[in-house]
Structures are given as structure tokens and as C-alpha cells.
């Protein structure tokens, strides 16, 4: 069984910076696409941002330029570096892994359980 554990979300000054890390244990045999999405109350979970196994990496308009999704692919992490932080970017943020887990299953997508990032003054 796989699981998603994220860290470093919290209370921020807009304009302050915060850094979500995402790590994944358990049996996995092969990691492509990693994400970050979010989910406000009552709307759907939209891309955040996401880097492929090619080290592609596409962001959402509303973050370019100010976060920055890495990955350790041999350490099954993944980072979102969140710099300039607006008020509208406060809400539940998931990392997400599109992963096998053995050379016989198929692909399947696994996600966090979600942390809370809230920026206010």
C-alpha cells in the first residue's frame, strides 16, 4: 500500500514563502507525473503544478512565477516552493503521484491526504 504523506503548509503573510513537501512510502516500482493540486470549499481541485518523469514542468497561470515544483524521483519526494503568496492562494493543497507499484500493475494515481496553507496578515 502506497501513501502520500505532504508537510510544510501553515500561516503566512501574503507575500511571505512556504514549502510543501511530499513523500511516498511503501512499494513503488516506478513514479511518472507528480502534482500539486488544490480545493477550495465548494469548487473543484484544480492543477497546481506538476513536473513529469522527463523533468517537464507546467503550473497553473495564477502561481507562474512564483512557485516551483521539484522532484527526487530516487527519494519519492516532491516540492512546491510557494514564494509571493497572495491571499487567494489560502486552501488545501494535495500532492498527487501517478506511480506503479510493481512491473505488472497498471498505473494508478495516489493522493495526500492534504495540508492546509493560509495566507492572511
Avoid: H
Avoid at 510543501?20 to 488544490?38: E, T
Amino acid at each position: 500500500q502506497v501513501q502520500l504523506v505532504e508537510s510544510g503548509g501553515g500561516l503566512v503573510q501574503p507575500g511571505g514563502s512556504l514549502r510543501l513537501s511530499c513523500a511516498a512510502s511503501g512499494s513503488i516500482f516506478r513514479i511518472y507525473d507528480m502534482g500539486w493540486y488544490r480545493q477550495a470549499p465548494g469548487k473543484q481541485r484544480e492543477l497546481v503544478a506538476v513536473v513529469t518523469s522527463d523533468g517537464n514542468t507546467n503550473y497553473a497561470d495564477s502561481v507562474k512565477g512564483r512557485f516551483t515544483i521539484s522532484r527526487d524521483t530516487a527519494k519519492k519526494t516532491v516540492n512546491l516552493q510557494m514564494n509571493s503568496l497572495k491571499p487567494e492562494d489560502t486552501t488545501v493543497y494535495y500532492c498527487n503521484f501517478a506511480m506503479r507499484s510493481s512491473i505488472w500493475s497498471q498505473t494508478l494515481v495516489s493522493w495526500g491526504q492534504g495540508t492546509q496553507v493560509t495566507v492572511s496578515s
